[in-house]
């Protein structure tokens, strides 16, 4: 199975500055298809998770341009430019190049 | 709009079965690969089954194979999960989350709590 670790797993931030959260798989992410499957997804809390970023770098439909993926291979990260008020809640990184899916431990982003 | 709603959740004695369900709607279901994702209380994300659009292709974590059945019914817009044997450590919200061509998680249900104790 594929682990994967993220780190922090907690991350007090002030309000307008940046955070940044590292994921790194126990193997490569590509696919034999030459696509990485990498996504992250927001948990606010009381809330089904959300997704931001697919495939490394993608921000979905409505997400914020203050939330950025890049990585490759096995290391991979997410970043939020200017953290506001509603980006407090879980982060997670998620793999979907092999089964089984597997999801980081989550990094809970607070605000100081 | 993409909806997805759970059902069927609720308190079962350990050995017991409990049978979910997930409503699709917005988009045409037998299109999308299906998943069921679990969060047990103050835990994490927890991928447990999915299924191919046809419904052909399965698989399981190893948590639940053996015990739990992943299934579709595309003229229902309809996705299930048959519970059995249920134990303690599986007491957990269970979400339905559709599948995007990118292999991404991109709607999930606002899940349904299963609570399996005596």
């Known amino acids: 199975d594929i682990v994967m670790t993220q780190t922090p797993l907690s991350s007090p931030v002030t309000l307008g500055q940046p955070a940044s959260i590292s994921c790194r798989s126990s193997?490569?992410?590509?696919?034999?298809?030459?696509?990485?499957?990498l996504s992250w997804l927001q948990q606010r809390p009381g809330q089904p998770p959300r997704l931001l970023i697919y495939?490394?770098?993608n921000r979905f439909s409505g997400v914020p341009d203050r939330f950025s993926g890049s990585g490759a291979g096995t290391d991979f990260t997410l970043k939020i430019s200017r953290v506001e008020a509603e980006d407090v809640g879980v982060y997670y990184c998620?793999?979907?190049?092999?089964?089984?899916?597997?999801f980081g431990q989550g990094t809970k982003v607070e605000i100081k | 709009e993409v909806q997805l709603v759970e059902s069927g959740g609720g308190l079962v004695q350990p050995g017991g079965s409990l049978r979910l369900s997930c409503a699709a709607s917005?988009?045409?279901?037998?299109?999308?690969?299906m998943n069921w994702v679990r969060q047990a209380p103050g835990k994490g994300l927890e991928w447990i089954a999915y299924?191919?659009?046809?419904?052909?292709?399965?698989y399981y974590a190893d948590s639940v194979k053996g015990r739990f059945t992943i299934s579709r019914d595309n003229a229902k817009n309809s996705l299930y999960l048959q519970m059995n044997s249920l134990r303690a450590e599986d007491t957990a919200v269970y979400y339905c989350?559709?599948?995007?061509?990118?292999?991404?998680?991109?709607?999930w249900g606002q899940g349904t709590l299963v609570i399996v104790s005596s």
């Open positions: 989350a559709r599948l995007s061509e990118a292999r991404a998680y991109d709607y």
């Open positions: 998620t793999q979907a190049t092999q089964f089984p899916r597997t």
């Open positions: 495939k490394i770098s």
């Open positions: 299924i191919s659009r046809s419904g052909s292709t399965i």
């Open positions: 193997q490569s992410l590509v696919h034999s298809d030459g696509n990485t499957y």
């Open positions: 917005g988009f045409t279901f037998s299109s999308y690969e």
